[in-house]
């Protein structure tokens, strides 16, 4: 762990990085090297693990590199992220993936922008895959029209209207206010983050980064887009160990997600055909594997700016 001196002025309280790790295997490694380029602040890592077993996270706990926290079982993110969280004395807190790589700076990028939005609830990296695409990682608040556009074409048709408006990938990526940031790395304001109660633990994966900045913003706080922060984010190992799986709960956590939107007796058929859908959706997934992968990046990482505006 980083014992780099804070900045002038600053107390010296590490920033607290939150990992929930389920056999992370080498990229555990590579997240932490990395890290020691991405920020000159004092640190501290966190390890929620939800029940690895290849012994990567007691690696690291064993040469000092971040402390273990056994959650017990298989959580969730959302749930494991909350406790990593738990006792932080940061005002800043970083919520991560393992298998992100942090480009140099940029965890210094996103406090640095935290620091030019007073309301920021959460600040988000662009984030890029091991392909060069920019993810879209900063997205509009969902719509029932564009969700349904987005779901239903998106796989066989990435340029449609509906999947450009949710994802907001439309112009070059500037620092800006969104509707909602992934969860693969996000930098979270701890006193907003706490005053919400922190991630909905009924979403055991999928839907709770959606789901927390409805609700930071619900309690006036801003999702702030930094695409002069980047990182890289593998992704894709839990789908590919376990695909079948992470189709029903990637579907599972959509229907509760837009559940409880259009809760209510009135609008009980409007559920009936979200679920029916959804689980037309989902078989097909099973047999039309592109249907579960979605529609992919619509653009190259190099329209990232090179600096803040």
């Known amino acids: 762990m980083s014992t780099t001196p804070a900045r002038s002025g600053e107390p010296v309280v590490p920033l607290r990085i939150a990992v929930v790790t389920f056999s992370p295997g080498a990229h555990l490694r590579q997240f932490l090297d990395s890290l020691e380029t991405a920020t000159t602040r004092p640190y501290e890592v966190v390890l929620a693990d939800n029940g690895s077993t290849d012994g990567s996270p007691e690696a690291a706990a064993g040469v000092g590199r971040a402390r273990l926290l056994r959650t017990g079982g298989n959580l969730g993110y959302g749930a494991a992220s909350n406790r990593a969280v738990a006792g932080a004395r ?139 922060a980047v990182v890289e984010h593998t992704g894709g190992h839990s789908w590919r160990r376990a695909p079948a799986r992470m189709l029903y709960h990637h579907h599972r956590s959509v229907y509760r997600y837009l559940s409880r939107r259009y809760a209510g007796l009135s609008r009980a058929p409007l559920r009936a055909m979200i679920a029916g859908g959804l689980t037309a959706r989902f078989l097909g997934a099973l047999v039309v594997h592109r249907i579960g992968r979605g529609a992919p990046p619509a653009r190259r990482a190099d329209v990232l700016p090179s600096a803040h505006p």
């Open 90 to 228: 940061s005002p800043w807190v970083v919520v991560a993936n393992p298998d992100v790589v942090w480009m140099p700076g940029s965890l210094d990028e996103l406090l640095d922008a935290a620091d030019r939005w007073p309301r920021a609830g959460a600040v988000g990296p662009a984030v890029r895959t091991p392909d060069g695409d920019l993810y879209p990682s900063a997205r509009a608040k969902p719509s029932l029209g564009r969700g349904i556009g987005h779901a239903l074409v998106g796989w066989w048709w990435p340029a449609n209207p509906w999947t450009a408006s949710y994802r907001g990938e439309r112009g070059s990526p500037v620092e800006e206010p969104v509707g909602w940031l992934s969860g693969a790395c996000l930098l979270l304001r701890r006193d907003a983050f706490e005053a919400v109660d922190g991630f909905d633990e009924s979403y055991f994966m999928f839907m709770e980064d959606l789901d927390l900045g409805e609700r930071l913003g619900a309690a006036g706080w801003q999702n702030i887009y930094a695409p002069s």
